[in-house]
Nanobody
Framework: QVQLVESGGGLVQAGGSLRLSCVAS????????MGWFRQAPGKEREFVTA????????YYGDSVKGRFTISRDNAKNTVYLQMNSLKPEDTAVYYC????????????????WGQGTQVTVSS
């Protein structure tokens, strides 16, 4: 079983940047799609981005395209989320998760999940 731990969240002003990390343990994630989701209070969990295993290309949710970048280091069993040009509407708890599905944006296709890290963007 894979365990995931996110870090790097915090408080940032609008227009600023943050870099989140998600470290996996328990087994190698080189053969998993690794994804980031977020959930704001009172809202459903929203797909942010994912990095498929193998030669698949990364893909993004419409609200973060051009501002967020996902990357992964399989040797470190880690996935990163670089977030630039942050907006107040990016405020949420950010979760990473793994999937055997190559290209999916559905939370139901992902799991297990990390505990999440809070990102707060002030205006």
């Amino acid at each position: 079983q894979v365990q995931l731990v996110e870090s790097g969240g915090g408080l940032v002003q609008a227009g600023g940047s943050l870099r989140l990390s998600c470290v996996a343990s328990g087994r190698s994630v080189s053969s998993y799609t690794m994804g980031w989701f977020r959930q704001a209070p009172g809202k459903e969990r929203e797909f942010v981005t994912a990095s498929p295993w193998g030669i698949g290309t990364t893909y993004y949710g419409d609200s973060v395209k051009g501002r967020f970048t996902i990357s992964r280091d399989n040797a470190k069993n880690t996935v990163y989320l670089q977030m630039n040009s942050l907006k107040p509407e990016d405020t949420a708890v950010y979760y990473c998760a793994v999937s055997r599905v190559i290209r999916s944006k559905a939370p139901a296709d992902f799991g297990p999940w990390g505990q999440g890290t809070q990102v707060t963007v002030s205006s």
